[in-house]
Protein backbone atom coordinates (compact mmCIF):
# COMPACT_ATOMS: atom_id res chain seq x y z
CA UNK A 1 0.00 0.00 0.00
CA UNK A 2 1.31 3.60 -0.83
CA UNK A 3 2.34 6.05 2.32
CA UNK A 4 -0.15 8.45 2.47
CA UNK A 5 1.98 11.20 1.76
CA UNK A 6 3.64 9.04 -1.72
CA UNK A 7 -0.88 8.88 -2.20
CA UNK A 8 -1.21 12.55 -1.75
CA UNK A 9 1.74 13.93 -4.37
CA UNK A 10 0.00 11.06 -6.76
CA UNK A 11 -3.79 12.51 -6.04
CA UNK A 12 -2.29 16.14 -6.64
CA UNK A 13 -0.35 14.96 -9.79
CA UNK A 14 -3.51 13.07 -11.28
CA UNK A 15 -5.46 16.51 -10.65
CA UNK A 16 -3.52 18.88 -12.07
CA UNK A 17 -2.69 16.49 -15.26
CA UNK A 18 -6.45 16.07 -15.57
CA UNK A 19 -7.58 19.57 -15.31
CA UNK A 20 -5.12 20.25 -18.60
CA UNK A 21 -1.83 21.24 -16.96
CA UNK A 22 1.15 20.58 -19.04
CA UNK A 23 4.28 17.72 -18.37
CA UNK A 24 6.15 20.64 -17.18
CA UNK A 25 3.78 22.57 -15.43
CA UNK A 26 2.08 19.43 -13.85
CA UNK A 27 6.22 18.98 -12.78
CA UNK A 28 6.51 22.50 -11.63
CA UNK A 29 3.28 22.48 -9.12
CA UNK A 30 4.08 19.09 -8.03
CA UNK A 31 7.56 19.14 -7.02
CA UNK A 32 8.76 16.25 -9.16
CA UNK A 33 11.01 16.18 -12.39
CA UNK A 34 9.41 16.17 -15.71
CA UNK A 35 10.99 12.47 -16.38
CA UNK A 36 8.57 11.63 -13.28
CA UNK A 37 5.49 12.84 -14.74
CA UNK A 38 6.61 10.89 -18.01
CA UNK A 39 7.40 7.82 -16.27
CA UNK A 40 3.95 7.85 -14.55
CA UNK A 41 2.04 8.72 -17.78
CA UNK A 42 3.43 5.47 -19.15
CA UNK A 43 2.21 3.07 -15.88
CA UNK A 44 -1.06 1.77 -16.65
CA UNK A 45 -2.39 2.10 -13.51
CA UNK A 46 -1.85 5.27 -13.39
CA UNK A 47 -3.12 6.19 -16.98
CA UNK A 48 -6.46 4.65 -16.21
CA UNK A 49 -6.80 6.32 -13.01
CA UNK A 50 -6.52 9.81 -14.94
CA UNK A 51 -9.26 9.05 -17.22
CA UNK A 52 -10.92 8.25 -14.14
CA UNK A 53 -10.40 11.56 -12.68
CA UNK A 54 -10.80 13.21 -16.06
CA UNK A 55 -14.49 11.41 -16.72
CA UNK A 56 -15.38 12.69 -12.92
CA UNK A 57 -14.26 16.67 -13.64
CA UNK A 58 -16.51 16.59 -16.83
CA UNK A 59 -19.52 14.41 -15.01
CA UNK A 60 -19.71 17.17 -12.43
CA UNK A 61 -18.98 20.08 -14.87
CA UNK A 62 -22.24 18.30 -16.54
CA UNK A 63 -24.42 18.37 -13.27
CA UNK A 64 -23.41 21.86 -12.77
CA UNK A 65 -24.63 22.83 -16.14
CA UNK A 66 -27.72 20.51 -15.66
CA UNK A 67 -28.48 22.53 -12.71
CA UNK A 68 -28.79 25.53 -14.67
CA UNK A 69 -29.95 24.55 -17.71
CA UNK A 70 -33.81 24.83 -16.59
CA UNK A 71 -33.28 28.65 -15.86
CA UNK A 72 -31.40 29.07 -18.98
CA UNK A 73 -33.90 27.56 -20.81
CA UNK A 74 -36.58 30.03 -19.28
CA UNK A 75 -34.75 32.89 -19.96
CA UNK A 76 -34.31 32.00 -23.39
CA UNK A 77 -38.41 31.88 -24.01
CA UNK A 78 -38.64 35.12 -21.95
CA UNK A 79 -36.60 36.39 -24.86
CA UNK A 80 -38.89 35.60 -27.12
CA UNK A 81 -42.18 37.91 -25.67
CA UNK A 82 -42.97 40.46 -27.82
CA UNK A 83 -41.36 43.47 -25.34
CA UNK A 84 -38.25 42.46 -26.75
CA UNK A 85 -36.13 43.86 -29.92
CA UNK A 86 -37.10 41.30 -32.82
CA UNK A 87 -33.18 40.18 -33.48
CA UNK A 88 -32.93 39.23 -29.78
CA UNK A 89 -36.52 37.52 -30.00
CA UNK A 90 -35.08 35.88 -33.70
CA UNK A 91 -31.63 34.37 -31.66
CA UNK A 92 -33.17 33.21 -28.90
CA UNK A 93 -35.85 31.23 -30.94
CA UNK A 94 -32.95 30.20 -33.49
CA UNK A 95 -31.16 29.00 -30.37
CA UNK A 96 -34.58 27.18 -28.63
CA UNK A 97 -34.78 25.37 -31.72
CA UNK A 98 -30.69 24.20 -31.87
CA UNK A 99 -30.95 23.03 -28.42
CA UNK A 100 -33.89 20.69 -28.53
CA UNK A 101 -32.64 19.21 -31.95
CA UNK A 102 -29.74 18.26 -30.44
CA UNK A 103 -30.94 17.43 -26.84
CA UNK A 104 -33.68 15.53 -28.68
CA UNK A 105 -30.88 13.90 -30.75
CA UNK A 106 -28.36 13.12 -27.72
CA UNK A 107 -31.49 11.30 -25.92
CA UNK A 108 -32.37 9.35 -29.17
CA UNK A 109 -28.70 8.20 -28.98
CA UNK A 110 -28.61 7.16 -25.56
CA UNK A 111 -31.92 5.17 -25.28
CA UNK A 112 -30.57 3.35 -28.68
CA UNK A 113 -26.84 2.63 -27.04
CA UNK A 114 -28.33 1.40 -23.92
CA UNK A 115 -30.83 -0.65 -25.93
CA UNK A 116 -27.75 -2.40 -27.70
CA UNK A 117 -25.79 -2.51 -24.75
CA UNK A 118 -28.26 -4.57 -22.66
CA UNK A 119 -28.99 -6.52 -25.61
CA UNK A 120 -24.87 -6.92 -25.89
CA UNK A 121 -25.26 -8.38 -22.26
CA UNK A 122 -27.89 -10.28 -22.45
CA UNK A 123 -26.19 -12.12 -25.53
CA UNK A 124 -23.56 -13.20 -23.02
CA UNK A 125 -20.74 -10.99 -25.15
CA UNK A 126 -22.03 -12.30 -28.49
CA UNK A 127 -23.66 -9.76 -30.91
Known amino acids: MAQPSRKKAEDA ?3 VLACGATVAN ?10 TVYRRLAEPGFKRRLQEVRADIMQ ?5 LSAGALESAKTLLALQKDLV ?6 GA ?5 ELG ?3 REQADLERRLQA ?3 RWGNAG ?3
Open 13 to 15: LLT
Open 26 to 35: AARQCGVSER
Open 60 to 64: RTLDV
Open 85 to 90: AAQVRL
Open 93 to 97: ARTVL
Open 101 to 103: LKL
Open 116 to 118: LEE
Open 125 to 127: GRP
